[in-house]
């Protein structure tokens, strides 16, 4: 059986480590695709404007 203060510190583990769980599924999920994707858009984006700008000369 566990007492109060064991019982206390379980709660408060499982709750940081589902915590970080969750935070680590967000971040992998959302996050981190949508920087990829950000990047990828303005790196076209910027390879555009070069090229319409070579192509103005």
Same mark, same amino acid.
């Given at each position: 059986?566990?007492?109060?203060?064991?019982?206390?510190?379980? $709660?408060?583990?499982?709750?940081?480590?589902?915590?970080?769980?969750?935070?680590?599924?967000?971040?992998?999920?959302? $996050? $981190?695709?949508?920087?990829?994707?950000?990047?990828?858009?303005?790196?076209? =984006?910027? =390879?555009?404007?070069a =090229? =319409?700008?070579?192509?103005?000369k």
């Amino acid at each position: 059986m566990l007492d109060f203060s064991q019982f206390s510190g379980l $709660v408060l583990f499982m709750f940081i480590f589902t915590a970080g769980f969750w935070l680590l599924i967000f971040l992998l999920t959302f $996050v $981190v695709p949508y920087w990829i994707g950000g990047t990828l858009w303005e790196n076209f =984006k910027l =390879k555009q404007e070069a =090229k =319409k700008a070579a192509n103005g000369k």
